[in-house]
């Protein structure tokens, strides 16, 4: 198998895969004087691509969070305008956002993650807990009013 073959396994997007593997033998490149590898080179080049996949789909998350956030309208756009300091402002964003999600009460942090995080319809968690849709709908509501507090200094109109 390829590198980039292997890389597109994960990544899902085979120009993404060739910019990964492009992007592994440039660093070799420019650390060939340096580098000491103690495998075989096959398997110090899959594990390499392995592990910037790892991080790519890991950045990717975290982008489509942000991004969702700014569709839902809580954060503004231009916050993050670096391309530079974007990768440390979304983790600190997404760990604000996790660390927000995981003091909600169970139920609701259950309600809320089953929405946002696993896509499933008000009217599917309602099926699968046994409640009303009128009761997912108000977890929801009371999860977003405690994000939008947690996250205010993120905030469209803060």
């Not at 969702?68 to 670096?82: C, H, K, M, W």
């Not at 990768?87 to 997404?94: D, H």
């Not at 009217?123 to 997912?136: D, F």
Request: contains cysteine.
């Amino acid at each position: 198998m390829s590198l980039c073959g292997f890389a597109a396994r994960f990544v899902q997007q085979p120009e993404v895969a060739e910019e990964i593997v492009q992007s592994i033998f440039l660093k070799l490149w420019e650390k060939r004087n340096s580098i000491s590898i103690d495998t075989s080179l096959k398997s110090y080049l899959f594990r390499a691509v392995h592990n910037h996949c790892q991080n790519h789909l890991a950045y990717a998350k975290v982008r489509s969070n942000h991004l969702a956030l700014v569709r839902e309208g809580f954060i503004r756009q231009e916050s993050f305008t670096d391309p530079v300091m974007d990768s440390l402002a979304y983790k600190e964003l997404n760990d604000k956002i996790n660390e927000s999600i995981e003091r909600l009460p169970d139920a609701c942090k259950r309600i809320f993650k089953m929405s946002r995080f696993d896509g499933l319809k008000y009217s599917e968690i309602a099926a699968q807990l046994n409640v009303s849709v009128k009761t997912i709908e108000t977890q929801i509501s009371r999860a977003l009013v405690r994000l939008k507090e947690d996250l205010k200094e993120f905030l469209v109109n803060s």
